[in-house]
């Protein structure tokens, strides 16, 4: 991956794949009969490459990337499963504020089985299973060579959609309910957004932890359905936001405690529903922007009831000290998924059928679960 | 006073000054002459009364207080100075968080003389100069007595008008400064409302301790003398809100570093202007909102710049622990106005013309400086 992904960077933007194949390939052969007529290669890899960014159905192709030398520190993995996330498709649209150099290959999470290891790597064998941690970019392709650090094994006994999804939307909710206030049990949380997987992480996470939560979801066809569904999952509270038009949504909370953390990923009005449940003092974080408006906030929010509004960016967060203990936080997680305390839907996805998920997950095609790539 | 505010405050609302006076009247003679003929009391008080809350031109009202008993521990006050606040005009209007209870006497802050002390005073003597400390109730009167602890004793080579006006503008300046993020010599801070006092010690502290300061203003006639004004105290860039219409406001920063901490008493888009100064992962505080409008936040601030919002309220700082150390912070402010480091533009008016005074803090007589009553 290492020769690949430099290769890649250093060709002109404009140069076709076709080319950018060639060279690459050219590269390799030369390289492999001249230096090390005895490394170990991969085997060619099946990619999803962007040369533009742009809207990800038009700048994506799968095109086939030649062997790369497993180094003595290399580890070579067969990707089995990744997901793809909107933070994937805006990093593509070229709108996330980190921007990845192009030529790339896409995605940033997922899970692989180690495929061959470097003569100096003893730690992991072939037939384990390994996720990137901290995740990096370049996931949505067959094999991945990367230096044994990148990667952190995990147990083989769960299904490989969550291995392959743990590393970004659970370890948020889990990230936003441990960093910003010190939470007991007995406490309460409020989010809008709450069908999203982050938000049914954090109502099974706070179930597990006896952390009451206060759910607001939109008006939709079947919100009936969304609340039960939700209330299995471990939701205390659930109203959409039209039954939160009221003078004080908080005399609709009955004995939960007026909630002290708030979790925002729709902004507009859904966010100012969840500064009205917020108790004085208390802490909104915003994690996503879904209806594309902005958070508005009064004056005396600020100053006489003392909220504090705060944000959470995973990928930020991957820089701080905290997140050297992060192979720890994901341990605990997939415990969760084990133990069947942490569930989400997804749908598995065979990467032939790279572009139908992608359309899906860009919501061309209606609702879906969340797209998840099995190679 | 005790005896005083506590009559006042069992008397019926609707009861008149007439019958609350000569209750009072009587009450405190019966007293002197049954239970305690030798005790001291104080002069009669002229106060600043209100009965109802409401528009403060319409429910205040200046009447005469009787005398009332001090006792071992009490000191009577002969107060020198007192400002007219906008929180005080909150405070009599009853949208104010915390409603008095009414009958009540104006005024939150001010300094006075000791008149005279109770037996078992040691620490204070008629002639020193001292400022109820924390603040409290009912400042707006000529007499007040209350218990030795109330009061903080401080120098008397300083303008009244400063030592009556220290314990709400400028402490809310340095705890601004001083209690959300550490800033450093050569840091930087922004703020909006620079020409309103609190915005003016925020410069000259600032100066004092080598943070740069960015100051925005709204667009008037003789914005110009305003910046001139502003530089004079120690300002390093004054911008007037539509100078700020440009893609990226900080190309006009030069040599100034990007702000970390940010300041807002207006609300709208002088609270955005304030936001996009400001730098990764800085901090702003809201304190006011003159412009009546909310403050409106894009989610990539939250997420991608990590800005956080807080707010700050001085009443309810009053009651944290930190507060314990307020008269240290107000000798600090009393010092630098000695030293001629913090200054600020008021009006000293006879307590005689307290509704003129009063139309002019409600801007019913066009732009006024800083209303303080004289007694």
């Known amino acids: 991956m290492a020769l690949r992904s430099v290769a890649l960077q250093a060709q002109n933007r404009t140069s076709s794949f076709f080319i950018l194949t060639q060279r690459l390939v050219h590269r390799v052969q030369t390289q492999s009969v001249r230096a090390f007529s005895s490394a170990i290669l991969s085997p060619p890899s099946k990619a999803v490459v962007y040369e533009l960014h742009g809207s990800p159905d038009a700048v994506t192709r799968v095109i086939e990337l030649p062997p790369v030398e497993v180094k003595e520190n290399d580890v070579c993995v067969k990707m089995l499963a990744a997901p793809i996330n909107p933070s994937d498709i805006n990093r593509i649209e070229g709108v996330y504020p980190v921007r990845p150099q192009v030529p790339a290959v896409g995605g940033y999470e997922g899970v692989g089985e180690v495929h061959s290891v470097g003569s100096a790597v003893k730690d992991l064998s072939p ?3 390994v996720i990137p941690s901290p995740p990096s970019f370049g996931t949505w392709q067959s094999y991945i060579v990367k230096d044994q650090n990148v990667w952190h094994k ?13 590393t970004v939307n659970p370890l948020t909710a889990l990230r936003m309910l ?10 309460a949380i409020v989010q809008n957004g709450a069908t999203s997987i982050v938000g049914q992480c954090i109502i099974q996470i706070a179930r597990y932890r006896g952390i009451h939560n206060v759910n607001i979801i939109r008006d939709r066809a ?6 039960e569904r939700l209330k299995s999952l471990g939701a205390d ?5 039209s ?6 949504v908080k005399s609709l909370l009955g004995n939960t405690p007026e909630p002290a953390l708030g979790f925002n990923c729709v902004g507009g009005n859904a966010a100012s529903l969840v500064l009205k449940f917020l108790r004085q003092g208390g802490t909104m974080v915003t994690y996503g922007g879904m209806s594309k408006k902005p958070v508005t906030v009064s004056t005396s929010s600020f100053i006489f009831k003392d909220l504090s509004l705060r944000g959470f960016w995973l990928q930020k967060w991957m820089t701080t000290d905290k997140a050297k203990e992060s192979r720890i936080m994901i341990d605990y997680l997939l415990g969760l998924v084990r133990e069947e305390k942490l569930k989400y839907e997804m749908e598995l996805v065979p990467f032939d059928s790279f572009h139908v998920a992608l359309d899906k997950a860009l919501g061309k095609l209606g609702s879906h679960p969340k797209q998840v790539i099995k190679f």
């Open 237 to 241: 509270e659930v109203f959409t936001e």
């Open 222 to 227: 079947g919100s009936d359905e969304v609340k």
């Open 178 to 187: 441990d960093d910003y206030i010190s939470l007991n049990s007995g406490d």
């Open 127 to 129: 037939g384990d299973w």
């Open 243 to 248: 039954k939160l038009e009221v003078k004080n």
């Open 154 to 166: 995990i147990n083989k006994d769960l299904p490989m959609e969550y291995a392959a999804t743990v």
